[in-house]
């Protein structure tokens, strides 16, 4: 039977969803009315749009769905199905929405998902390429062929340089745990069976930061939930915009909303006015990009010199802000209070220093200083773009120093400088079984792993001191970090093009992306519509959901585990992969683990009705049991205290690699001499409009947002450019042809183009779509090997 379909409620539809998209997309520029106004617009007619919509709904049957995407959110979509077509998206509309019990209200992109569905590019049968690697050519391959060709290469490649010479390229297309594009899925679990395959570590998210904070935190390291917000009385957010990013869930925002209601102050330090800036904060502190370390050592400075810094935490939590509480056999002048006050290089970390380093004026530093020291308590978190920087490991560490400076950590509206964290719903995984394969590589490193053997002592890798062989096999499902996502999209293109090197590629997508461009072998694979999947989420609220399969999978595509069974069994190994478990019986299991772990988890029939589960939102605080009694409950450091210091980075002994958060200059940074050649910095910011490279095909998507460098006035008329004015961007590694956004939301000296625009060179070489990964660099980062896809040095000039 037919239920009522969301959009004939007119006051309830998306009402938030539409405040909170329309608020953050009105200061950036005008939204297409077509994406918002459905409400509100009124036809020719004069029938006002929802309700004709409304009356063309009529008789659909509403199904729950999932947006499965690695965006912060994961949200339920409901689906209105009429005659196997889905005629509309909607989302959570039902529960309370109080702020224990919130709906899981999809964002636009989730909203525009029919677009995706059902876009006239989806790729529809198998491919094989026929022309040079990257060329275009391609012919249309029936499946048989696709699995024959793909089984006798992996055999031949296993066979031929070992099964460390197959990688899997990382992939956050798909979130599903049936389909999930990262970590279990059916092509692992075939090559484990097969001998396994070389392993990688980090994400190309928080590479740096995940590197860097465990010497200071030790393991577990988790931030307090973002339930929390409403119980501070300041925040303050390091290069953190949630209102885009959703970072901490599908409702961090609504939390923040809620604390400034309750009177909290916000303050974010981002070089960009962006999104959150205009929607909540009281202040916003533009800072030059990679200098934040420097900005809190000149706060520590103010702090330490008037006296508001609260040294009986520290002398009771922390290890190595003062020469008193330092690991024994470290040479005096080590400690973090000396780097301050120039102990140790004879450059005391003053304001005006900062100042000089930051482009914050003196002035905001020390009252941002007394600000921070005098209001408990105090939410001090960072999103992850200070870290995607060449110095990220130092920036990520530097910001908890401001929570333990103000003892801010473990009471109630307060967190250690970490992302946010929160409560998850237990579930199963697809089983991969065991890698025997132990080498990892980090995941940064790919490219330079096809070109050449790498080794633990140069390039980190862990499990072995060397490689066994390059990368002679990728395989690239639901990812475009192949070519797009990767940083110097020519470099690494020119790379893939020699197959010589990486001999196979096999790609499985929704669309011919720029990734699928290079491989070998293009598999058509099925969107969340078209399968029975879970996804889950944490922060704040624990939420699982259950996607009914809506239509029937589009032209010939197929799921990873129609492949992964298919090569098995060219591969004689069926008897091994076949577990005799359907989709649904794992589902079904997965259902039994959450059960298990959650008493009112529903059975399965009722998840698979209603589609979602959400654990009440709990108040995570952040370490609370170790301040309310550290010896009971050590950290897992080396003191079992936070540490400022860490021997162990110490005993690293590379000057590229303090053993305490300094600010360190970094190659492209703003203290850089290749300035005069190329002087703006480049970030590329996660737009609203896109998840990475997911959805920059979607005109309505494009409508709302469409794909340009922002750039402050005074630059822009430093170049006689106008907003809207086509320019190019360059440095030595490529140049992108974009439209610029001339606008006072972004500091002079700083270019941000949004990353995940498809890379789309013309017969020249030149990106004319404005793709920022034409413009970055390989180079991994000297303690994590993770990726610097923020520092970036540029020249702009009109096209
Ligand atoms: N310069 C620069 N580069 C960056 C970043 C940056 O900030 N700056 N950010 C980095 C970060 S944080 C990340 S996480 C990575 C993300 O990089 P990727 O993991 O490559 O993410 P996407 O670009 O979204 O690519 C996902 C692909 O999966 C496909 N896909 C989506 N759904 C499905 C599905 O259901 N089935 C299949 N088969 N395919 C599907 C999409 O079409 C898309 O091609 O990019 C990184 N790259
Ligand atoms: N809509 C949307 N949401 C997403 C994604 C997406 O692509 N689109 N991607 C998802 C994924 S996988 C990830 S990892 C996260 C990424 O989330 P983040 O990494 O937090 O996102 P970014 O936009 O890279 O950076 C956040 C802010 O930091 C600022 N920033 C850059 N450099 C600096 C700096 O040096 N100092 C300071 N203080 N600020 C700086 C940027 O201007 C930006 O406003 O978002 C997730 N959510
Ligand atoms: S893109 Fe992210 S925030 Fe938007 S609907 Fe999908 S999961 Fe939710
Ligand atoms: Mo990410």
Known sequence: ???????????????????????????????????????????????????????????????????????????????????????????????????????????????????????????????????????????????????????????????????????????????????????????????????????????????????????????????????????????????????????????????LKLAKQNGARIIVIDPRHSDTVSTFADQWIPIRPTTDSALVAGMAYVMISEGLHDQAFLDKYCLGFDEEHMPEGIPAGNSYKSYILGESDGKPKTPEWASEITGIPVETIKQLARDIAGTKPGFIL????????????????????????????????????????????????????????????SIFMWTDAIERILTKEQDRIEGADKT????????????????????DS?????????????????????????????????????????????ITRSMGHGVAYYGQKLVEP????????????????RLGVLAQFDDGKSEEDYLREFVGVSQASHPDFPSYEE?????????????????????KDPEANPLTTPSGKFE?????????????IPAIPKYMPTEEGPEDPLKEKYPLQCIGHHTKRRVHSTFDNMPWLEEAEAQMLWMNPQDAAARGLKDHDMIKVYNDRGTVKVKVKVTPRLIPGVCSLPQGAWYTPDQSGVDVRGCINTLTKWTPNPLSKGNPQHTNLVQIEKA
């Open 468 to 487: 066994k062989s390059t990368i002679k096999m990728i395989i690239n499902y639901g990812g475009n970090t192949l070519i797009n996502q990767h940083s």
């Open 554 to 569: 589009m032209f010939e595509c197929k799921t990873i585990n129609e492949v992964g069974r298919a090569l098995a069994e």
């Open 382 to 441: 960072q999103g992850r773009g200070i870290q995607r920087h060449g110095n990220g490991e130092f920036q990520s560490l530097a910001v908890p120093v401001l929570s333990f400076m103000t003892g801010n950590v473990g009471i109630l509206g307060s967190n250690p400088g970490l992302y946010e964290g929160g409560p998850s719903v237990k579930t199963g995984n697809y089983p991969i079984g065991t890698n025997p394969i132990k080498t990892k590589i």
């Open 607 to 627: 998840f698979r009705e209603k589609g979602i589960y959400k654990t009440k939102a709990t108040k995570v605080v952040a370490y609370e049991k170790f301040i």
């Open 1 to 255: 039977m037919s239920k009522q379909p969301e959009l004939q409620n007119k006051t309830k539809i998306s009402r938030r969803a539409f405040v909170k998209w329309s608020a953050a997309a009105t200061a950036t520029a005008a939204i297409a009315p077509s994406l918002v106004g459905c409400s509100t617009q009124t036809q020719a007619s004069g029938e006002p749009a929802v309700v004709q919509a409304g009356q063309r709904l009529a008789g659909a049957e509403e199904k729950p769905s999932i947006c499965w995407h690695n965006c912060g959110g994961r949200c339920q979509l409901k689906a209105y199905v009429k005659d196997g077509v889905v005629v509309r998206f909607g989302t959570d509309n039902v529960g309370p929405d109080t702020p224990e019990d919130l709906q899981a209200r999809a964002c636009l992109k989730g909203r525009t998902q029919r677009q995706r569905l059902y876009h006239p590019d989806r790729l529809k049968y198998p491919m094989k390429r026929v022309g040079e690697r990257g060329s275009g050519e391609w012919a249309r391959i029936s499946w048989e062929e696709a699995f024959d060709t793909t089984a006798k290469e992996l055999r031949r490649i296993i066979d031929q340089y070992g099964n460390e010479s197959v990688y899997f390229n990382y992939a956050c297309g798909a979130y599903g745990l049936l389909n999930q594009t990262n970590s279990n899925n059916s092509l692992r679990r075939l090559l484990n069976i097969m001998g396994g395959y070389l392993q990688s570590y980090g994400n190309y998210s928080q590479a740096n930061y995940m590197y860097a904070v465990p010497y200071m935190f030790g393991n577990p390291y988790s931030g307090s939930s973002p339930t929390t917000f409403p119980d501070a009385k300041l925040i303050v957010m390091f290069g953190d915009n949630p209102a885009c990013t959703r970072v901490g869930g599908f409702n961090s925002t609504y939390y």
């Open 490 to 534: 020519g470099r690494t293109a020119a790379l893939l093009k020699d197959d010589s090197k990486c001999e196979f590629i096999l790609g499985m997508d929704n669309f011919m992306t720029p990734s699928m461009q290079y491989c070998d072998i293009v598999l058509p694979g099925v969107t969340q519509f078209e399968v029975n999947d879970m």
């Open 644 to 656: 400022i210091f860490s021997k162990d980075l110490y005993d690293i002994q590379n000057p590229q």
